[in-house]
């Protein structure tokens, strides 16, 4: 097996975007940070060497991991944090997968500056007829004029809602339409005639995003690193920690200059960021003069969906579908042995007196997972798991919500669900083998935009969604159980469900979260413990000699 070296060193590099200047944390002086291109199969190795004054861990998000637990990053889940002057190797194989990941900074808010592409080639050429000539990465970002420890420490002191980002970004790039930021444009060339793979990377922390290229349709072929029945459109949704790969041909007459733009889906008018992020294609025979940045251009791509286009999001998500050939087969469990319902949301919690609380009705803005705000353990919670210390952690997360399943109303508060969250670090705990689902129910309190769900360790099948309430004896009819996507984050709809189903093949502690930072923070969060099983080879490897003490 061949083996890839990589080193990464977090350091400080002052950075400029809307003409301010801040220090930011990088790896390797980059933003946004190098890009990791390995085979299919190789051993990969990632040497991380911490040279700022702050904790750090590193995630491979949607990498599986098999066996290799220590190497996934989430700090307190599956390992302590690297300190200051540490380092620590991520050592790991790319087994079985291909295709665009990502890969981010796992504690804290880092992943704001410190997240790259991740990027698999495949062992097989790739099942889509179109033959491709070139990658572009598109990578989504946010910026903040101010420091992002002080807009995560401000909104967990206050329990209101954070501060919103001050730009969005296209690898690290705000684009003209923000304040200052005309030469901090992306124009990507492009020739006419030939087909590009655009690799697309949703980094955001907090919004999901929608895309598209005026004049130019999109052909959706992978996302989360899974193959897709292929399918065009005119625009997509990305959420974050979601990846997509899509085909473009450059076939436009005349030549000129085109307009990529992202910009958030959100389904109320909450004060959120709603700015746009754009950049350009340009074709190769246009002339610019002296490379000149265009100005702002008149026009936002008519194909854009709007801010509050829930029809398009919905439609959107209901096409993907898996591959399911011979080549690719899709391995979603037909029958399963466990089910469980969990709603997933905003919790308050009352203001304890000489307290100032920021959130909704003078309350304290908490997340949570039936009704259990999660907690980071001191030790993390793999270590506890191998060295059977059975301390900082508990396998007993309620598998119901606690409240009659109802989930349509809009006021906690008047209603009196998810009120006072429990604190806790619950987590499920399953046999190795285990063929899991969970739903995923949306409480629709105060919220405008859909939660995207990330599980590590495991891809799963989307087998059903909706709007509304689950229903246990309904819903599970309507599965699809032949060709579901298959990926390692879902985007939940708002006011609605998801049901997932997991082989949970591989042993060790997997963290599931809600990919919104400011939703992981405040606890929407917990973890599925996979035991190792009778045989050697469904073991969890050894801790490395170099992990990381707490
Ligand atoms: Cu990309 Cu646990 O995260």
């Known amino acids: 097996v061949p083996t890839r070296h990589f080193q990464f060193n977090l350091e400080w590099k002052k950075v400029t975007r809307l003409c301010h200047t801040k220090q930011l944390l990088t790896i390797n002086g980059k933003y946004p940070g190098p890009t990791i291109i390995v085979n299919e199969g190789d051993n990969v190795q990632v040497k991380v060497t911490n040279r700022a004054a702050r904790n750090t861990t590193i995630h491979w998000h949607g990498v599986r991991q098999l066996r290799t637990g220590w190497a996934d ?21 790319v087994t079985d997968q291909r295709g665009t990941l990502l890969w981010h900074a796992h504690y804290s808010w880092q992943r704001a500056s410190v997240y790259g592409a991740f990027i698999i080639y495949p062992r097989m050429p790739p099942p889509f ?3 491709v000539q070139d990658h572009i990465p ?20 206050y329990g209101g809602g954070p501060n919103v980002s001050d730009a969005y970004t296209i690898n690290g790039l705000p684009g003209p339409l923000y ?47 899974v193959y897709t029945k292929p399918f065009t459109t005119s625009a997509i949704m990305i959420a974050p920690g979601q990846t997509t790969n899509v085909l473009l041909t450059a076939n436009q007459i005349p030549d000129g200059m085109f307009v990529m733009a992202a910009r958030p889906y959100l389904t109320s008018v909450f ?38 286009d829930t029809a398009f999001a919905t439609n959107f998500s209901n096409q993907l579908r898996s591959l399911a050939s011979t080549d690719y087969p899709c391995n979603v469990p037909k029958e399963i042995e466990k089910r469980v319902i969990t709603t997933i949301g905003l919790s308050l919690q009352d203001c304890h007196v000489n307290e100032t609380c920021k959130g909704y009705r003078n309350k304290r803005f908490y997340a949570s997972m039936n009704n259990q705000s999660f907690i980071r353990p001191s030790r993390s919670v793999l270590e506890s798991h191998y060295l059977k210390l059975n301390t900082g952690y508990a396998s007993d997360f309620p598998e119901k919500p606690p409240n009659v399943f109802n ?12 009120m006072n969250p429990e604190f806790s670090t619950r987590l499920l705990e399953v046999p190795f083998g285990t063929k899991l689902e969970i739903v995923l129910q949306d409480t629709n309190f105060l919220n405008p935009e859909n939660h995207p769900i990330h599980v590590h360790g495991h891809n799963f099948f989307i087998v059903g969604r909706g709007f509304g309430n689950f229903d246990v004896y309904k819903d599970p009819a309507g599965y699809n159980l032949v060709d579901p996507p298959e990926r390692n984050t879902v985007a939940v709809p708002v006011g609605g469900w998801a049901a997932i189903r997991i082989n949970a093949d591989n042993p060790g502690v997997w963290f599931i979260h809600c990919h919104l930072e400011e939703h992981t923070s405040w606890g929407l969060a ?10 050697s080879s469904q073991c969890l490897l050894p801790p490395p000699s170099d992990l990381p003490p707490c």
């Open 526 to 535: 917990t973890g599925f413990i996979v035991k190792s099983g009778p045989e």
């Open 73 to 93: 990053g989430p700090a307190y889940i599956t390992q302590c944090p690297i300190g200051t002057g540490k380092t620590y190797m991520y050592n790991f194989t």
């Open 179 to 225: 304040p200052c930021s005309i030469k901090d444009t992306l124009i990507q060339t492009v020739e006419r005639g030939k087909t590009y793979l655009l690799r697309i990377i949703n980094a955001a922390l907090n919004d999901e995003l929608f895309f598209a290229v005026a004049n130019h349709t999109l052909t959706v072929v992978e996302i989360d690193s």
């Open 271 to 308: 004060p959120f960021d709603n700015s746009t992020t754009i950049g350009f294609l340009k074709y190769n025979t246009t002339k610019l003069g002296r490379e000149k940045p265009p100005l702002p251009p008149s026009s936002l791509p008519s194909n854009l969906p709007s801010m509050e």
């Open 129 to 131: 007829s179109a033959p």
């Open 407 to 418: 989930y349509t109303g809009v006021d906690p508060v008047a209603e009196n669900i998810n």
């Open 138 to 157: 598109i990578i989504f970002g946010e910026w903040w004029n101010a420091d992002v420890d002080a807009v995560e420490n401000e909104m967990m002191l």
